[in-house]
């Protein structure tokens, strides 16, 4: 399962512009490979900015998190946006502030953890008490408020 797919890029988009970005042939049909290749660089961006956050995968098991639906949604159509040839330079700008809007969202959800996506579990950390050996006689004490 993906985490975003051509009919959540379409209803971002509008079907004029979806065809815009994605229809290099002028056909009036999305190219598959481009779309495709959006789709991709979309997850591997999650997936690489969230692994060591988040852990596996957002779509195994279960649905994907809407917040990572929409974050994949929207840089597939930054890529294609950005990627489009022969577009000029002010043509790209609303693609790449859709990009950095959603690179800095992964940051940061990345640095909250699991805190914006309750459905998701963190990677284990260690405790501060694993790093304190506590006997009859600990180390620190709440009562001095030191050790």
Do not use: N
């Not at 660089?41 to 649905?63: M, V």
């Amino acid at each position: 399962m993906a985490y975003t797919d051509q009919a959540r890029i379409t209803a971002r988009l509008g079907t004029e512009r979806f065809l815009r970005l994605f229809d290099r042939d002028g056909d009036e049909v999305a190219d598959a490979g481009v779309l495709t290749a959006a789709i991709a660089y979309a997850e591997a961006i999650i997936d690489a900015k969230l692994a060591a956050s988040h852990g596996a995968r957002f779509d195994a098991p279960g649905p994907v998190p809407e917040m990572i639906a929409v974050c994949a949604t929207d840089l597939a159509i930054g890529w294609a946006g950005m990627a489009f040839p022969g577009g000029a330079a002010d043509a790209r700008a609303p693609y790449s502030a859709m990009q950095e809007a959603a690179m800095k969202f992964l940051a940061a959800l990345a640095t909250d953890r699991s805190a914006r996506l309750p459905d998701t579990a963190p990677l284990p950390t260690r405790s501060a008490e694993s790093y304190v050996e506590v006997d009859d006689d600990p180390q620190w004490s709440p009562k001095t408020g030191g050790f």
